[in-house]
């Protein structure tokens, strides 16, 4: 990974992360939330970047003022893989409802939340930091999950009851979110020379997962990370925060679904949430993902280029290899810290033997 600036994106209960009461422990619990000094924070969370493309969706399906905004889009894929939308069309007030219930879950007591536990593989809920176990660093949020599509898959036991009324705002905004994505994969399709419905017939059938992020305040945000540095593997996906910041973003990027489908053109950018001392924060991102069994290869590659992949594999496999190997640099990293020299390259092979373990949701 490489170490470039990251530049900030523009963008809303003071609660503890589940802390044990004990003083001593409590002061144990935070240093396992210290990264080490490469992945510390260089920026604070309101230093804001306006190099990020900024575009408005505003008439997208005129015919001239779509072929303007396409370019935009390709534009801000090739160079960033990340973009900030406006004129979408989602209702504000369904925006508002969904943070506000959002907040008011974050802010119940942790018995509460608890409830929803999503520890050992459950379909969606509640966790304190990541759903990946074995973390060596802790990232200081908290998150609730909602497997949102396939509908007739969704398990509405693991929807929380409390606040009431919050079920049909999720549905309504995963509904949402879903026609958004459509749209830009739309707009992505055409730009690889293919038919409109290109990409999103390549993941067979769209699942989408919500996660919803809460960063507490923070008494240490020079040390510490909301979350850390990562690439999203899916599809696309949707991010909704509020006025506090915290976004920061590179273009460095990683090979990832989308990069593969567009042999290489389209970036998938590095991010990372930072978090500070004044003000919690939500964020809900909205991850659009192909079925397990899609297959992950170029859709279309341009004359004088190679494809980027030799064999074609499943999404499955990528999104495992890849998590693994985020997981496996982070313990070779921090052991050889540990033992002050620079870590040695990765064996994939004896990485695939644990993955399954390691990658809960
Ligand atoms: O909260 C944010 O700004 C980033 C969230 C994110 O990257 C994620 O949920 O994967």
Aim: charged fraction near 25%.
């Amino acid at each position: 990974m490489t170490t470039s600036p990251m530049s900030s994106v523009v963008p809303a209960v003071p609660f503890p992360l589940l802390p044990t009461g004990d003083e001593e422990k409590d002061e144990e619990l935070r240093r396992s939330f210290v990264r080490d000094e490469d992945e510390r924070p260089k920026d604070p969370h309101n230093v804001f970047s306006n190099e990020i493309p900024v575009i408005s969706l505003d008439g997208i399906d005129d015919v001239d003022r779509r072929a303007v905004m396409c370019q935009k889009i390709v534009d801000a894929c090739e160079d960033w893989g990340v973009f900030q939308v406006i004129d979408h069309g989602v209702d504000v007030d369904l925006i508002s409802q969904m943070t506000s219930y959002a907040k008011e879950f974050f802010a119940l007591p942790p018995e509460e939340k608890l409830r929803y536990d999503m520890t050992g593989g459950k379909k969606g809920g509640f966790l304190v930091s990541s759903h990946l176990q074995k973390e060596v660093v802790r990232d200081w949020r908290e998150i609730f999950t909602f497997f949102s599509y396939p509908i007739d898959e969704r398990d509405y036991s693991r929807w929380p009851d409390n606040p009431q009324g919050w079920t049909p705002v999720v549905d309504a905004y995963s509904q949402n979110m879903m026609a958004l994505a459509d749209k830009l994969l739309e707009v992505l399709s055409e730009a690889m020379g293919m038919d409109r419905e290109a990409l999103k017939r390549s993941c067979i059938d769209m699942q989408q997962k919500l996660v919803l992020n809460s960063y507490p305040k923070c008494p240490d945000p020079h040390l510490i990370l909301g979350l850390k540095r990562h690439t999203d593997p899916g599809t696309i996906t949707l991010l909704l925060q509020d006025q506090v910041g915290g976004l920061q973003v590179t273009n460095d990027g990683a090979k990832t679904w989308i990069t593969f489908l567009s042999n290489g053109r389209f970036k998938n950018a590095d991010h990372q949430a930072v978090v500070n001392k004044d003000s919690s924060r939500i964020s809900i991102a909205t991850f659009q993902n192909p079925v397990p069994e899609a297959v992950v290869f170029p859709l279309a590659v341009r004359e004088g280029e190679d494809p980027i992949i030799d064999k074609p594999m499943t999404y499955a496999d990528m999104y495992k290899n890849k998590m693994a190997r985020d997981i496996d640099l982070a313990n070779q990293k921090k052991l050889a810290t540990a033992a002050g020299r620079t870590a040695a390259p990765f064996d994939l092979g004896k990485i695939h033997q644990k993955m399954l373990d390691e990658i809960i949701a």
